[in-house]
Every structure is written in C-alpha cells, then in structure tokens.
C-alpha cells in the first residue's frame, strides 16, 4: 500500500492550499483516512480525519472552520482544503490510514493508523 501526498507549497498568510492523498496498492472497502502535521522541534500534531463509509469527520480545535477534510470514494482519495492559513500551520503533513473505520474519538490518535505518506511541505509566509 503506497500514501501519496501532493498539493503543499508556500502561501501567504490568509491564502489557500489543497492536500490530496491517494491510496494505492490495494482496494480498500472501508478506512479511516487523516491527516497529521509536524512543525520542526514540535511532536506529530493531528489535523482532520475522515470515514469513507458515512463520511464521517473529526477536526483539532486549531483548524475547524478553517480547514475541511473530504474523500472521494471511488478513487480512495482524501482532500484537505486549508483556507486562511496561519503562520502556525506551517508544517509537513502527512496523510494516514486504517483499514477499517474509526470512531471519532479515536481518529486522533496517530498509534491506530496502519499505513503513511511522505509528507508534503506547507509553508505559510507572513
């Protein structure tokens, strides 16, 4: 199973980027897809997470209303809509999965993924 993650870049403060991540390697009848970022000298930081079966979402408090998570089913897809970013969201992300759903209150925690991504860079200029 192979993650890949595009879409980073540097933006300006207030500016907008879209994440994608495909999965790959094998088709996947249920999973729980997320993504987590890690800023340089800081701890992996979870950032959205989504069901592909009822589409169901998890946000940190520091991105919801900001960011959106969203799948495309048919193609074991996930997006991250990131709008009016903040210098703080500058990080590497990171797409995840599990194999199976998980519920909302577990969607954070990075122990419970099976597979990752290579990271993608975010870069919000001030």
């Known amino acids: 199973v192979q993650l890949q993650a595009s879409g980073g870049g540097l933006v300006q403060v207030g500016g907008s980027l879209r994440l994608s991540c495909a999965a790959s390697g094998r088709a996947f009848e249920t999973y729980t897809m997320a993504w987590f970022r890690q800023a340089p000298g800081q701890e992996r930081e979870f950032v959205a997470a989504?069901?592909?079966?009822?589409?169901?979402?998890r946000y940190s408090d520091s991105v919801k209303g900001r960011f959106t998570i969203s799948r495309d089913r048919a193609k074991s897809t996930v997006y991250l809509q990131m709008n009016r970013l903040k210098p703080e969201d500058t990080a590497v992300y990171y797409c995840a999965l599990r194999s199976s759903n998980l519920i909302t209150g577990a969607m954070s925690r990075h122990d419970l993924y099976d597979y990752w991504g290579q990271g993608t860079q975010v870069t919000v200029s001030s």
């Open positions: 989504i069901r592909r079966g009822d589409g169901a979402t």
